[in-house]
């Protein structure tokens, strides 16, 4: 299947599931919050000297019957980046990339990009929000995330297995649940993280993640108090980071 440039490229909230609504609001606030600060290091509004963006999509399945609290069986799309990529690898991330001159926006670039990932159908999917953009250190780009329903789940898998070795769907609960969530720290930074799949989940992913589980009221406490070793906690992962945390604020 092919992809449709240019097209479902505007944000329809309106069409989302009642239990996404809490997390729609919270999207305005989510900038703010620290663990997205953590990795905005060059302040709103600024970008590169060549002008080069990134777009990212939050993609989320689950029908219109859950809980406007909880959204239980809720899932997220994410992808393990192969470890011989150059930058980034090894990582877990949002299907995303870098923003084509042909892009109309960032909604047409990040469903592009998860197209070019993972074969994801950009007609099963309603955008519904676009974050302000967050600031990368590594890359100094500004990645622009788009929060998107997948009204109508398909066939998704590795397509490009250069970018990508694993797709996979993990459940709201899974990220929500304290006994998943911890502290990472690494030359002075510290951020939040996520256990998935014996996957760590660490960086710029997890901090969206966690503000946007924040913002919504979907968060229930965990322990903040401790933080581990990202070096170690990496090591005892599935990651495979070849090229360690080298990348201080990953994708």
């Known amino acids: 299947m092919s992809d449709l440039p240019g097209h479902n490229i505007d944000l ?11 997390l729609i609001k919270g999207v305005e606030h989510a ?26 999509l939050i993609l989320l399945e689950g029908a219109d019957t859950f809980s406007r609290q ?11 980046r192969s470890p011989t990529m150059r930058s980034h690898s090894g990582q877990i991330a ?4 870098r923003m084509d001159p042909t892009d109309i926006n960032p909604v ?7 197209w070019e990932e993972t074969g994801l159908d950009r007609t099963s999917v309603t955008p519904v929000a676009e974050l302000d953009p967050v600031h990368i250190q590594a890359s100094g780009y500004p990645v622009y995330p788009v929060l998107g329903h997948w009204h109508t789940p398909g066939r998704v898998g590795v397509t490009s297995p250069a970018e990508t070795d694993e797709v996979f769907l993990t459940p709201l ?16 930074w510290t951020g ?11 960086g710029f992913t997890a901090g969206l993640l966690s503000a946007l589980i924040h913002e919504s009221g ?30 201080r604020f990953p994708r």
């Open 218 to 247: 979907w968060e229930q406490e965990w322990d903040r108090g401790r933080t581990l070793d990202l070096h170690a906690t990496l090591e005892k992962s599935r990651n495979n980071e070849s090229h360690g945390p080298g990348v």
């Open 31 to 56: 900038h703010g919050h620290p663990d997205v600060q953590g990795v905005d290091v060059r302040g709103r509004g600024s970008t590169r000297a060549d002008g080069q963006r990134a777009a990212v």
């Open 173 to 188: 609960a899974d990220l929500i649940d304290p006994a998943n969530r911890l502290t990472v720290g690494w030359a002075g």
């Open 108 to 114: 047409d670039a990040a469903l592009r990009e998860a």
């Open 70 to 80: 909880r959204p239980f069986d809720a899932s997220v799309l994410l992808t393990h």
């Open 94 to 97: 949002f299907p995303g990339g």
């Open 12 to 22: 329809r909230p309106e069409h989302a599931p009642r239990w996404m609504q809490p």
């Open 192 to 202: 939040p993280a996520f256990t998935v799949n014996d996957y760590l989940v660490w």
